[in-house]
């Protein structure tokens, strides 16, 4: 029979898989506790890293419906279980692990997906959410000016010939330029 620590321990993982929309596993051999606690401060408020039971971890990601860290439990392992953006946490982990190569990233999971330790890496190198709202909103900004400014040409346009069409008929001026411009018909005596 289960001690009860250890299912409440089960459940506290299993709901840390459940909560977040990725999670990152690392092996941490040789890092001290400062190293650690230093680490979880450089992750941020919204990045657990969770020093975990390689099997209470097996047990807790198969009832969250986890697949990603199969058979790739063992060792001192960690997980960091991130509920909030992604690439903050992964450049975090990067950052962390170039003055700290004691820091192992194994794998991860992002959105229900398995990606490898180089897919971490590369989600690192990716701007943050942020930036990139940013910049797409610099991007649809300047476009929306630019079609402001294409639509706005012909309408001017178009606003300035009715005006001038107005101005004419209101100084007694033939209505169509073409029609005052043409010569009159002649008329034939017979």
Same mark, same amino acid.
């Given at each position: 029979?289960?001690?009860?620590?250890?299912?409440?321990?089960?459940?506290?993982?299993?709901?840390?898989?459940?909560?977040?929309?990725?999670?990152?596993?690392?092996?941490?051999?040789?890092?001290?506790?400062?190293?650690?606690?230093?680490?979880?401060?450089?992750?941020?408020?919204?990045?657990?890293?969770? %020093?975990?039971?390689?099997? #209470?971890?097996?047990? $807790?990601?198969?009832? +969250?419906? @986890? /697949? &990603?860290?199969?058979?790739?439990? !063992?060792?001192?392992?960690?997980?960091?279980?991130?509920?909030?953006?992604?690439?903050?946490?992964?450049?975090?982990?990067?950052?962390?692990?170039?003055?700290?190569?004691?820091?192992? %990233?194994?794998?991860?999971? #992002?959105?229900?997906? $398995?990606?490898?330790? +180089?897919? @971490? /890496? &590369?989600?690192?190198?990716?701007? !943050?959410?942020?930036?990139?709202?940013?910049?797409?909103?610099?991007?649809?900004?300047?476009?929306?000016?630019?079609?402001?400014?294409?639509?706005?040409?012909?309408?001017?346009?178009? %606003?300035?010939?009715?005006?001038?069409?107005?101005?004419?008929?209101?100084?007694?001026?033939?209505?169509?330029?073409?029609?005052?411009?043409?010569?009159?018909?002649?008329?034939?005596?017979?």
């Amino acid at each position: 029979m289960a001690k009860p620590e250890k299912v409440a321990a089960v459940k506290e993982i299993t709901a840390l898989f459940q909560g977040s929309n990725a999670a990152v596993l690392t092996e941490y051999r040789g890092l001290s506790v400062a190293q650690l606690t230093q680490l979880r401060t450089t992750l941020g408020p919204d990045t657990t890293y969770a %020093v975990l039971k390689n099997t #209470l971890a097996t047990i $807790a990601a198969k009832e +969250a419906g @986890v /697949t &990603a860290f199969e058979g790739q439990l !063992s060792g001192p392992s960690a997980i960091a279980f991130i509920a909030g953006d992604p690439v903050e946490a992964a450049k975090g982990l990067r950052d962390f692990a170039r003055t700290n190569p004691q820091l192992v %990233v194994k794998s991860g999971l #992002l959105e229900g997906r $398995a990606i490898s330790a +180089a897919d @971490v /890496t &590369a989600l690192a190198d990716l701007e !943050s959410r942020e930036v990139l709202l940013s910049k797409v909103a610099g991007v649809l900004k300047a476009s929306q000016a630019k079609a402001a400014a294409l639509f706005q040409a012909p309408l001017s346009k178009t %606003v300035r010939t009715v005006e001038a069409l107005r101005e004419k008929q209101a100084a007694g001026a033939p209505a169509d330029a073409a029609a005052a411009e043409a010569p009159a018909a002649e008329t034939v005596d017979a």
